[in-house]
Protein backbone atom coordinates (compact mmCIF):
# COMPACT_ATOMS: atom_id res chain seq x y z
CA UNK A 1 0.00 0.00 0.00
CA UNK A 2 0.56 3.78 -0.15
CA UNK A 3 3.06 4.92 2.54
CA UNK A 4 3.92 9.14 2.73
CA UNK A 5 7.50 10.57 4.72
CA UNK A 6 7.24 13.64 5.35
CA UNK A 7 9.80 16.18 6.54
CA UNK A 8 10.88 17.94 8.35
CA UNK A 9 8.48 17.45 11.80
CA UNK A 10 8.90 20.61 13.47
CA UNK A 11 9.96 23.77 11.48
CA UNK A 12 10.19 27.35 12.85
CA UNK A 13 10.50 30.16 11.14
CA UNK A 14 10.64 34.00 11.17
CA UNK A 15 7.38 36.08 10.29
CA UNK A 16 8.31 37.16 6.34
CA UNK A 17 10.09 33.76 5.56
CA UNK A 18 9.29 31.73 3.54
CA UNK A 19 8.24 27.68 4.86
CA UNK A 20 8.72 24.38 2.78
CA UNK A 21 7.61 21.52 3.95
CA UNK A 22 8.40 18.07 1.62
CA UNK A 23 6.99 14.85 1.17
CA UNK A 24 7.51 11.90 -0.63
CA UNK A 25 4.94 8.69 -1.51
CA UNK A 26 5.79 5.14 -2.63
CA UNK A 27 2.67 4.30 -4.75
CA UNK A 28 3.06 5.59 -8.42
CA UNK A 29 -0.80 5.16 -8.96
CA UNK A 30 -0.98 7.73 -6.36
CA UNK A 31 -2.81 10.70 -8.68
CA UNK A 32 -4.09 13.27 -5.79
CA UNK A 33 -2.23 15.07 -3.30
CA UNK A 34 -3.70 17.41 -0.65
CA UNK A 35 -2.37 19.42 2.09
CA UNK A 36 -4.08 20.06 5.56
CA UNK A 37 -3.85 22.68 8.20
CA UNK A 38 -4.67 21.33 11.45
CA UNK A 39 -4.86 24.43 14.24
CA UNK A 40 -4.71 22.62 17.65
CA UNK A 41 -7.85 20.99 18.65
CA UNK A 42 -9.60 21.84 15.52
CA UNK A 43 -10.38 19.41 12.46
CA UNK A 44 -7.71 19.59 9.37
CA UNK A 45 -8.87 21.98 6.75
CA UNK A 46 -8.01 21.14 3.10
CA UNK A 47 -5.94 24.59 2.30
CA UNK A 48 -4.54 23.22 -1.76
CA UNK A 49 -4.39 20.47 -3.47
CA UNK A 50 -2.49 19.16 -6.82
CA UNK A 51 -3.17 15.97 -8.78
CA UNK A 52 -1.07 14.38 -11.23
CA UNK A 53 -1.57 16.25 -14.49
CA UNK A 54 0.18 19.51 -13.46
CA UNK A 55 3.97 20.30 -11.84
CA UNK A 56 2.68 23.43 -9.90
CA UNK A 57 -0.44 24.79 -8.28
CA UNK A 58 -0.48 27.98 -6.31
CA UNK A 59 -2.71 30.21 -4.14
CA UNK A 60 -1.66 33.38 -2.96
CA UNK A 61 0.90 32.76 -0.41
CA UNK A 62 0.96 29.07 -0.80
CA UNK A 63 2.52 27.00 -3.45
CA UNK A 64 2.61 23.05 -4.10
CA UNK A 65 4.72 21.49 -6.03
CA UNK A 66 4.69 17.74 -7.31
CA UNK A 67 7.70 15.94 -9.22
CA UNK A 68 5.81 12.47 -10.17
CA UNK A 69 9.27 10.84 -11.58
CA UNK A 70 10.74 11.22 -7.90
CA UNK A 71 7.31 10.49 -6.32
CA UNK A 72 7.57 14.04 -3.73
CA UNK A 73 5.58 17.18 -3.62
CA UNK A 74 6.02 19.95 -1.84
CA UNK A 75 4.54 22.87 0.23
CA UNK A 76 5.51 26.42 0.24
CA UNK A 77 4.18 29.40 2.13
CA UNK A 78 5.98 32.65 1.60
CA UNK A 79 5.63 35.45 3.52
CA UNK A 80 5.14 33.50 6.66
CA UNK A 81 2.55 35.21 9.32
CA UNK A 82 1.94 34.38 12.56
CA UNK A 83 -1.39 32.61 11.94
CA UNK A 84 0.45 30.58 10.15
CA UNK A 85 1.43 28.36 12.85
CA UNK A 86 -0.08 25.06 12.35
CA UNK A 87 0.42 21.24 11.73
CA UNK A 88 0.49 20.62 8.50
CA UNK A 89 -0.16 17.19 6.99
CA UNK A 90 0.19 16.24 3.41
CA UNK A 91 -1.53 13.57 1.53
CA UNK A 92 -1.74 11.09 -1.19
CA UNK A 93 -4.33 8.72 -3.03
CA UNK A 94 -5.57 7.23 -6.04
CA UNK A 95 -8.48 9.90 -6.55
CA UNK A 96 -11.01 7.42 -6.77
CA UNK A 97 -14.11 5.53 -5.19
CA UNK A 98 -13.55 4.70 -1.69
CA UNK A 99 -9.52 4.70 -2.04
CA UNK A 100 -8.54 6.55 1.30
CA UNK A 101 -5.65 9.01 2.10
CA UNK A 102 -2.51 8.50 3.59
CA UNK A 103 -1.44 11.19 5.70
CA UNK A 104 2.37 12.04 6.61
CA UNK A 105 3.20 12.47 9.99
CA UNK A 106 2.90 16.02 9.58
CA UNK A 107 5.19 19.10 10.53
CA UNK A 108 4.52 21.58 12.93
CA UNK A 109 5.46 24.97 11.59
CA UNK A 110 5.69 27.60 13.91
CA UNK A 111 5.77 31.36 12.82
CA UNK A 112 7.92 33.76 15.25
CA UNK A 113 6.58 37.45 15.01
CA UNK B 1 -17.61 24.96 0.42
CA UNK B 2 -18.74 21.20 1.54
CA UNK B 3 -19.55 20.92 4.86
CA UNK B 4 -19.19 17.83 7.27
CA UNK B 5 -20.40 17.71 10.90
CA UNK B 6 -19.59 16.23 13.53
CA UNK B 7 -21.93 15.15 16.99
CA UNK B 8 -21.14 15.30 19.87
CA UNK B 9 -17.97 17.33 20.07
CA UNK B 10 -16.70 15.44 22.95
CA UNK B 11 -18.17 12.74 25.33
CA UNK B 12 -16.63 11.67 29.10
CA UNK B 13 -18.01 8.10 29.42
CA UNK B 14 -17.72 5.15 32.15
CA UNK B 15 -15.73 2.13 31.42
CA UNK B 16 -18.18 -0.13 29.68
CA UNK B 17 -20.32 1.60 28.38
CA UNK B 18 -20.58 2.15 24.48
CA UNK B 19 -20.56 5.73 22.62
CA UNK B 20 -22.17 6.64 19.21
CA UNK B 21 -20.42 9.39 16.94
CA UNK B 22 -22.25 10.60 14.06
CA UNK B 23 -21.19 12.33 11.05
CA UNK B 24 -22.83 13.90 8.28
CA UNK B 25 -22.73 15.55 5.58
CA UNK B 26 -24.54 19.16 5.16
CA UNK B 27 -24.63 19.90 1.77
CA UNK B 28 -23.56 17.09 0.23
CA UNK B 29 -24.13 13.52 -0.95
CA UNK B 30 -21.14 11.08 0.54
CA UNK B 31 -20.87 7.31 -1.24
CA UNK B 32 -17.53 6.96 1.06
CA UNK B 33 -17.05 8.62 4.53
CA UNK B 34 -14.00 7.78 6.39
CA UNK B 35 -12.94 7.19 10.13
CA UNK B 36 -9.86 8.18 11.72
CA UNK B 37 -8.31 8.33 15.16
CA UNK B 38 -5.89 10.48 16.27
CA UNK B 39 -4.07 10.90 19.12
CA UNK B 40 -2.09 14.02 20.72
CA UNK B 41 1.01 15.39 18.37
CA UNK B 42 0.51 12.45 16.13
CA UNK B 43 -0.94 12.05 13.06
CA UNK B 44 -4.31 11.01 11.07
CA UNK B 45 -4.79 6.82 11.64
CA UNK B 46 -7.17 5.93 8.93
CA UNK B 47 -9.74 2.91 11.25
CA UNK B 48 -12.13 2.15 8.58
CA UNK B 49 -13.50 3.36 5.41
CA UNK B 50 -17.39 3.89 5.54
CA UNK B 51 -19.86 2.99 2.22
CA UNK B 52 -23.03 3.56 2.24
CA UNK B 53 -25.29 0.20 1.60
CA UNK B 54 -22.48 -2.03 2.21
CA UNK B 55 -20.27 -3.09 4.75
CA UNK B 56 -17.01 -1.08 6.08
CA UNK B 57 -13.62 -1.85 5.35
CA UNK B 58 -11.39 -1.69 8.68
CA UNK B 59 -7.71 -1.12 8.84
CA UNK B 60 -5.30 -3.98 9.82
CA UNK B 61 -5.40 -4.35 13.92
CA UNK B 62 -9.09 -1.87 13.83
CA UNK B 63 -11.20 -4.55 15.70
CA UNK B 64 -14.64 -4.75 13.98
CA UNK B 65 -16.57 -5.72 16.58
CA UNK B 66 -15.58 -2.76 18.85
CA UNK B 67 -15.95 -0.04 16.49
CA UNK B 68 -19.57 -0.40 14.58
CA UNK B 69 -19.63 1.77 11.44
CA UNK B 70 -23.11 2.25 9.99
CA UNK B 71 -23.48 4.02 6.69
CA UNK B 72 -27.13 4.05 6.91
CA UNK B 73 -27.50 7.07 4.16
CA UNK B 74 -25.57 9.07 1.57
CA UNK B 75 -25.02 11.91 3.85
CA UNK B 76 -24.90 9.88 7.44
CA UNK B 77 -22.13 7.65 8.66
CA UNK B 78 -22.00 6.44 12.52
CA UNK B 79 -19.27 5.18 14.80
CA UNK B 80 -20.04 3.37 17.87
CA UNK B 81 -17.14 2.28 20.47
CA UNK B 82 -18.48 -0.45 22.51
CA UNK B 83 -17.43 -1.29 25.73
CA UNK B 84 -15.23 1.64 25.57
CA UNK B 85 -11.84 1.39 27.72
CA UNK B 86 -9.42 3.96 28.97
CA UNK B 87 -6.87 2.97 26.02
CA UNK B 88 -9.94 4.00 23.56
CA UNK B 89 -9.63 7.60 24.74
CA UNK B 90 -9.09 10.12 21.48
CA UNK B 91 -9.97 12.39 18.77
CA UNK B 92 -12.38 10.72 16.61
CA UNK B 93 -12.53 12.37 13.06
CA UNK B 94 -14.21 11.53 10.14
CA UNK B 95 -14.24 12.47 6.71
CA UNK B 96 -16.67 12.62 3.75
CA UNK B 97 -15.54 12.26 0.25
CA UNK B 98 -17.18 14.80 -2.33
CA UNK B 99 -17.92 14.63 -6.19
CA UNK B 100 -15.10 16.39 -6.81
CA UNK B 101 -13.16 13.81 -4.76
CA UNK B 102 -11.58 16.38 -2.62
CA UNK B 103 -12.18 15.08 1.41
CA UNK B 104 -13.75 17.16 3.84
CA UNK B 105 -13.09 16.51 7.96
CA UNK B 106 -15.57 16.66 10.55
CA UNK B 107 -15.00 18.93 13.99
CA UNK B 108 -13.95 15.99 15.45
CA UNK B 109 -15.03 14.33 18.57
CA UNK B 110 -12.87 14.01 21.42
CA UNK B 111 -13.53 10.81 23.57
CA UNK B 112 -12.29 10.16 26.84
CA UNK B 113 -13.04 6.85 29.03
CA UNK B 114 -13.00 7.78 32.79
Known amino acids: GENVEQHPSTLSVQEGDSAVIKCTYS??????FPWYKQELGKRPQLIID?????GEKKDQRIAVTLNKTAKHFSLHITETQPEDSAVYFCAASINSGNTPLVFGKGTRLSVIA | GAVVSQHPSWVICKSGTSVKIECRSL??????MFWYRQFPKQSLMLMAT?????????EQGVEKDKFLINHASLTLSTLTVTSAHPEDSSFYICSARSQGNEQFFGPGTRLTVL
Open chain 2, 50 to 58: SNEGSKATY
Open chain 1, 27 to 32: DSASNY
Open chain 2, 27 to 32: DFQATT
Open chain 1, 50 to 54: IRSNV
